[in-house]
């Protein structure tokens, strides 16, 4: 009980906001499981490094043009600092996937082998990347694809509430045509549906929640739980709302328990928290498989 008030008092936002990137990622995953893209997920989380990497380059310096334009100094700036990073991470995984929702149905490349071509460039592209950087970025970097959790600060709380509201507003709104070209494209167009538009739509939301919450927590820890608890959720059950309650449960209670284990036995928390998800989907498909 005394690590965990420890634990609380030192990391509240690490663990308020484990949750909020766990259930982001459980809740996208979903929709990525369902639509058989799996692979997407992680060349996302690949992109979204690649554009972190990139943005320590300093080549083109939109935090410079930002400044100018508010009139207020860089240096010291906590929001400029940061903004670049953001910036291309999310840029990278939007040009992703606009390339990658033009693929469907072609005839020539499967998406899975389109997907496995971008993934293997992007790590290629990434280690260049951060090769040019400097020292200290490099430092960086590293702690992102680590991925450790406890450093989760408030800002970055914030950030993750707002992409999580984002997100679960875009799919309560537009709910109807998004679970169409997800769990039924081919009734899509029978009912008025745009398949190739609303299914760019749906990629650019993942690409979008994916990348910025690569951000905070890691490429293996969004990866992940972007897998885990969706297919914890299959094996459940077989209702999709069902699934959904589930996968984000399941994304929302395992993050800070695995913070604990983490803290307590002096493990990198990111880990740590992939590791507990997969002892949790190994128990329950021992079950499912012991009960038939």
């Not at 509430?161 to 984002?166: G, Y």
Request: with cysteine; net charge positive; hydrophobic share 60%.
């Amino acid at each position: 009980m005394e690590t965990l008030h420890q634990l609380v008092g030192l990391f509240p936002y690490a663990i308020l906001g484990s949750i909020l990137a766990g259930v982001i990622c459980s809740f996208l995953g979903i929709f990525i499981v369902s639509q058989r893209v799996v692979f997407l997920g992680a060349v996302l989380t690949q992109v979204a490094i690649a554009g972190v990497a990139f943005s320590f380059l300093h080549i083109i310096h939109i935090e410079t043009f930002i400044a100018n334009i508010l009139g207020v100094p860089v240096q010291g700036n906590d929001f400029l600092h940061n903004f670049e990073p953001i910036f291309y991470s999310l840029l990278f995984a939007i040009l992703t996937v606009i390339v990658f929702s033009q693929t469907h149905h072609q005839k020539y490349l499967t998406q899975d082998g389109i997907l496995g071509i971008i993934f293997v460039v992007t790590i290629a592209v990434r280690i260049m990347f951060i090769q040019k950087s400097p020292i200290a970025d490099i430092a960086e970097v590293e702690s992102i694809l680590k991925g450790d959790i406890l450093f989760i600060s408030q800002k970055e709380f914030i950030i993750l509430a707002l992409i999580l509201i984002f997100t679960l507003s875009v799919f309560t709104i537009f709910r109807k045509q998004l679970q169409f070209v997800t769990f039924d494209a081919e009734s899509a167009s029978a009912h008025g549906i745009n398949s190739k538009v609303w299914l760019l739509i749906f990629y650019i939301i993942v690409g979008t929640g994916i990348s910025l919450t690569t951000r905070f927590v890691g490429d293996v820890f969004a990866f992940a739980y972007l897998i885990i608890p969706s297919s914890i959720g299959i094996l459940l059950s077989k209702k999709v709302k069902n699934v959904f309650l589930i996968a984000v449960l399941v994304g929302a209670i395992v993050p800070p328990i695995s913070i604990y284990f983490a803290f307590k036995f002096d493990f990198s928390s990111g880990p740590t928290a992939v590791v507990t998800a997969f002892i949790l989907f190994l128990i329950v498909f021992l079950i499912k498989k012991w009960r038939g």
